[in-house]
Each structure stands twice: as structure tokens, then as C-alpha cells.
């Protein structure tokens, strides 16, 4: 008797057995010999990569992105907004991403967008919000570095067309 007796199998033909093999329980028109090969198959072809290792290859390459602009603001450790010193302990959270990181994953790692602000003095909190952000001292600086970086986004969201609205009263005032 068999484990299960209310799943009443198929009897059949194999489409993948000669002609002379005869009839045989069948799964999706096939043996089970010829069905581990036919599932095997589609799993290699349909087999999407691991999102884990998307993942760590993304922060990888997010940390060599913050490795590189840690070194330029190594070299002029100062808030560009305040001027305020920034300590060496705070390099990274002094990186401010133009475009968040978090929603453009296009840019994310883009050589223009960032802009160094101190997290310590506050400045660094006030670009995640566009009103607060247009009317910083260094918002022009963010405009002339986007524009290296517009035509790379492929998200849409709100925030950018914003900016973008922020930035054209901004050529409207010169």
C-alpha cells in the first residue's frame, strides 16, 4: 500500500522513453527518472541569483565608494556648509548622499553624489528633506554635481522631481 493513497498517480507514456518502454506512472507527462532530469533543467534555466549576494556585493561596493571619499575628506576635514571641523571619527556620517542612497541604488555609488556635511553641527540632517536642503549655503554645489549624475538615475520617485524643481528656481534667481 502505498505512503499516501489519496493521491491516485497517473499511468502513462513517457514523452522521453523510446516508444517500446511502455506505459509507467507519470509526472507531468513523464517517468520519474526523466522527471528529476526535466526539473533539474528548468531550475538551471530559470535559477535567479542568490539576493544575499547581490546584497553584499552592493555594500561592498558602497564601502569602497565611502573608503574613497573618506580620503578626499581626509584631506579637508571642514563641514562644507558651517566650516566646522569634522573628527576623524565621524568621516563617514559626514559623507552626505546627494540623491539617498537608500532609494536611487543607481547613483548610490555615483563619483558626484555626495557632498561632505558634519553630522556633529547638524547640517549633515538637514539634505534629507528638499525645503531644508534648496535653502542651504552649499545647495548650488549639489545642483552642479547632479547634473553630472542625471541622465544615470533609473528610479522615479518624488524626491528627484523635486530637486529638479528646486534646482530650476535656482537658475531662474542667477
Not at 45 to 60: A, G, I
Not at 66 to 79: A, G, N, T, V
Request: charged residues 30%.
Amino acid at each position: 500500500m502505498p505512503y499516501n493513497s489519496t493521491i491516485k498517480t497517473k499511468r502513462g507514456r513517457c514523452l522521453d522513453c523510446p516508444e517500446s518502454a511502455g506505459e509507467k506512472s507519470i509526472i507531468a507527462k513523464r517517468c520519474l527518472y526523466h522527471y528529476k532530469i526535466y526539473r533539474a533543467v528548468l531550475q538551471k534555466r530559470t535559477r535567479v541569483k542568490n539576493p544575499r549576494d547581490q546584497t553584499v556585493l552592493f555594500k561592498q561596493n558602497l564601502d569602497l565608494w565611502f573608503d574613497d571619499r573618506i580620503r578626499e575628506l581626509s584631506l579637508k576635514p571642514f563641514c562644507m556648509e558651517c566650516k566646522a571641523n569634522i573628527p576623524v571619527g565621524f568621516y563617514r556620517h559626514a559623507v552626505a548622499h546627494i540623491f539617498p542612497k537608500s532609494v536611487f541604488n543607481s547613483v548610490s555609488t555615483h563619483r558626484w553624489n555626495y557632498i561632505f556635511l558634519g553630522a556633529g553641527c547638524g547640517c549633515h540632517d538637514k539634505t534629507h528633506r528638499i525645503d531644508t536642503f534648496s535653502k542651504m549655503k552649499i545647495f548650488p554645489l549639489a545642483v552642479v554635481r547632479f547634473r553630472q549624475f542625471e541622465d544615470e538615475i533609473t528610479e522615479r520617485h518624488k524626491y528627484k522631481s523635486l530637486f529638479i524643481e528646486e534646482a530650476d528656481k535656482l537658475l531662474i534667481e542667477l
